[in-house]
């Protein structure tokens, strides 16, 4: 790391990775060369979360309602409708969830694939995708048909979604204080019906673990993570 001219504030916040400027004293020069500091997001993508073995858990609260848990476990490699796949389960109370995604680690991508529960099955064409290599104000679109299977019908959701990434921002939730990536989304959502909706959300991941802290909807009611842990160490 180049020697810097800062000052203790300016120095801790380039320790803390928000955003200051990395300023160095050139050779032969008395002016300080200013190099801008890149917000990317890729700091909140962790591949370890999707290694098969790999279990986590976390607790998080909506608003005023009962705090629920979700635990995770990744079970194999595997292929699903024809595309290779990481299979992993979901269990919120008794209800237990197949998950089904594929990683690009080197992209630093996540796309949900599908899922399937008791009930029925959903997939997604394309893959529902998550990028994490964007620079702070970047965007992508994508749209995408979920079809829903039911025992009795078979139902298709059409989405057209844009996510921004919106720079780092420090959050603190009941689990404690974090380093952030927030994600900002807007959707428009044709239902089976015809009807069209519009949505709007923002998600928290937190840096080098990879999990969300907080989100928040269209009413801007938060949901707070209450505690986690990944492979059975606290985050």
């Not at 073995?53 to 635990?71: D, I, K, L, M, V």
């Not at 964007?134 to 078979?154: C, P, R, W």
Request: proline share 3%; with cysteine.
């Amino acid at each position: 790391m180049k020697k810097r001219a800062l000052s203790v504030v300016m120095l801790a916040s380039v320790i803390s990775g928000c955003g200051s400027d990395d300023v160095s004293i050139s050779p032969g020069k008395t002016t300080p060369v200013v190099t801008p500091v890149v917000e990317n997001a890729s700091v909140c993508f962790n591949e370890s979360l999707y290694e098969v073995g790999a279990g986590y858990n976390f607790t998080s609260q909506r608003g005023a309602e009962t705090a629920e848990t979700e635990s995770y476990k990744v079970l194999e490699d595997t292929r699903y409708r024809g595309q290779p796949a990481i299979h992993f389960r979901v269990t919120e109370s008794a209800k237990l969830t197949e998950n089904y995604i594929f990683i690009n680690t080197g992209e630093k991508t996540v796309s949900v694939l599908g899922q399937k529960t008791a009930n029925g099955e959903s997939y997604y064409v394309p893959g529902r995708l998550s990028k994490f290599n964007l620079n702070k104000g970047d965007s992508y679109e994508q749209t995408v048909t979920e079809t829903e299977v039911l025992s009795e019908s078979t139902n298709e959701t059409v989405t057209n979604i844009k996510t921004t990434f919106t720079g780092f921002e420090t959050v603190t939730v009941p689990a404690g204080t974090y380093k952030t990536c927030k994600f900002e989304y807007n959707a428009s959502i044709t239902m089976p019906d015809g009807l069209t909706q519009k949505f709007t959300a923002s998600m928290w991941y937190a840096a080098e673990h990879g999990l969300p802290v907080q989100s928040a909807d269209s009413n801007g009611t938060l949901k707070k993570l209450i505690k986690a842990d990944i492979n059975g160490v606290k985050i």
